[in-house]
T-cell receptor, first 114, second 115 residues
Framework: DAGITQSPRYKITETGRQVTLMCHQT?????MFWYRQDLGHGLRLIYY???????DKGEVPDGYVVSRSKTENFPLTLESATRSQTSVYFC?????????????FGEGSRLTVL | GENVEQHPSTLSVQEGDSAVIKCTYS??????FPWYKQELGKGPQLIID?????GEKKDQRIAVTLNKTAKHFSLHITETQPEDSAVYFC??????????????FGTGTRLKVLA
């Protein structure tokens, strides 16, 4: 089915471990984004990508790494997880351009760091 | 950079009543203001948006108003129904980036429609 999918949906890990959250979209959207959602903070942009091999930092990039070798995939890696990275992570994609700014979100990945 | 404040954080209304959620933004260069609805366990979905050259936009029971001078915009939901219960996020575009909008989101409003 077309859409944007995230995996895993739920993940529990320990401090210091590496974790990768996967994001896959089937629309061939140029732009992809990673947000984290925390109570009292709303949605905050971690990283975004305008195309394959083009990525840039958002508001809260520290502690995260992204890559985009293929247009359809945009994995987010926490190289050494910390408790402050416990959050719900949302991947999103958009067509880009200025006619529409609509973001299409995945269903989220809930990460708990113990 | 852009800062977006959203109020109230929670809102309870009786079914059939209206609900209003307000946001203010700081960057006068912002020119695109979307609203997203997030149902429990789901990702946010765009429900309505407005550009800075328009003062009001309506789509059935929902409307958005924009006051550029005061830098605030509001979401109005009339004749609320139980399925309107969700978390609503406002957002404002931040600057200009390569080819598309980047947003700063508000902190969200949890709307409960009481039957």
């Amino acid at each position: 089915d077309a859409g944007i999918t995230q995996s895993p949906r739920y993940k529990i890990t320990e401090t210091g471990r590496q974790v990768t959250l996967m994001c896959h979209q089937t629309w061939s959207h140029s732009y992809m984004f990673w947000y984290r959602q925390d109570l009292g903070h709303g949605l905050r942009l971690i990283y975004y990508s305008a195309a394959a091999d083009i990525t840039d930092k958002g508001e809260v990039p520290d502690g995260y790494v992204v890559s985009r070798s293929k247009t359809e995939n945009f994995p987010l890696t926490l190289e050494s997880a910390t408790r402050s990275q416990t959050s719900v992570y949302f991947c999103a994609s958009s067509e880009g351009g200025w006619n529409t700014g609509e973001l299409f979100f995945g269903e989220g990945s809930r990460l708990t760091v113990l | 950079g852009e800062n977006v404040e959203q109020h109230p954080s929670t809102l309870s209304v009786q079914e059939g009543d209206s609900a209003v959620i307000k946001c203010t933004y700081s960057d006068s260069a912002s020119n695109y203001f979307p609203w997203y609805k997030q149902e429990l366990g789901k990702g946010p979905q765009l429900i309505i948006d407005i550009r800075s050259n328009v003062g009001e936009k309506k789509d059935q029971r929902i409307a958005v108003t924009l006051n550029k001078t005061a830098k605030h915009f509001s979401l109005h939901i009339t004749e609320t129904q139980p399925e309107d219960s969700a978390v609503y996020f406002c957002a404002a575009s931040e600057g200009v980036t390569s080819g598309t909008y980047k947003y700063i989101f508000g902190t969200g409003t949890r709307l409960k429609v009481l039957a």
